[in-house]
């Protein structure tokens, strides 16, 4: 037990030293307005040099992905019915579908489905 202590103790220690370096060192400490603009042969951009980009679409991709990542979690439950009793099983899935018909009807209710607005 005291192993298993000390060695997460020890992963925390290194993941945090880690972060740290990380976010210390990809900091840039000078913005330059001229450095950070898009160069066009010394003269200023006739066009802007970012494509807009809609974000109801991006909600819709997350929401898609996010969707996808728990049916991806559902179908291994289908072969776990053997191996288990099932009213344990039937508990899960019903509490996990429930989680998930609430998270549906919340972003059905806040308006993230509809396309056209």
């Known amino acids: 037990m005291n192993l298993i202590m000390i060695t997460s103790m ?21 913005l330059d307005r001229e450095k950070s603009s898009p160069f066009e042969c010394g003269f200023d951009p006739f066009n802007k040099s970012r494509i807009p980009f809609s ?7 997350v929401i ?9 979690i559902l179908l291994p439950m289908i072969d776990s019915l053997p191996s288990s009793s099932v009213m344990s099983w039937s508990m899960v899935s019903i509490t996990f579908i ?19 607005n």
């Open 10 to 30: 020890v992963l925390i220690l290194i993941t945090s030293i880690i972060m740290m370096l990380a976010s210390l060192l990809s900091k840039k400490s000078i």
């Open 55 to 61: 974000l109801r679409f991006f909600l819709i991709a």
């Open 98 to 116: 429930v989680i998930l018909l609430v998270g549906l009807y919340h972003e059905w209710n806040q308006g993230a489905l509809e396309w056209s």
């Open 64 to 72: 898609f992905l996010i969707f996808d990542v728990e049916i991806a």
